[in-house]
């Protein structure tokens, strides 16, 4: 999609390519995300705060493997959410009581920043830095990249999502965003990628087994699925 400024000063996205035979996400290095945040630090607090740089894996799976090697119950983890595994990427976690020591692991790699006082969540992040590699560009195509670089770092760039965000468990079925907006969390839930019998079976029997509403997300969907 291309973005063209109006005369305004908005930038809007048209409807040709600029380059249709352009590639992203050929290699790890092509894509980089570094997330931002500016949780204070206390020297007190029971939580430590940890950054996490890495490549090739999932955040769950990276995160699993750091408990594993400091022998860490997953309850005391807390993260903002998630990052790309074909890419490199850089996140924040805490630990309550956590190791004040840094890892080094395949592909990855944990900083120990310091205390803070509450746990890592969504709410801590303040941005996310992007670095996106382009590859197989024409000439006319870069051109025209540089012209819309040009357009957003002006006037900004609408937060657009697809189905990656908001598509349905089976396709052809009626997008998660449009039952959020309607107000029906019901049928959102049921429609959302990832929902399947087996795991809405083991949300159900985590929940019978520990009567904790520890996540009221979770708490919600197997009531819902009950």
Known sequence: LLLRPRPSGLAVVGHRPFNSGMKIKQQPGDFRVEELTDLPLKPDGPFALYRLRKTGWTTPDALAAVRRRWDLDWRRVSYGGLKDKHAETVQHFTAFRGPRQNLNADRLEVTYLGQTDEPFTAQHISANRFA???RHLTPDGEREALSATDAVARTGLANYFDDQRFGS???????????LVRGDFEAA??????????RINLGIALYNATKDPYDPVLARSVEVFK
């Open 132 to 134: 996106v590699v382009l």
């Open 189 to 198: 839930l049921k429609l959302a990628p990832g929902w399947t019998p087996a």
């Open 169 to 179: 468990v089976t396709p052809g079925q009626p997008f998660v965003a449009r039952e």
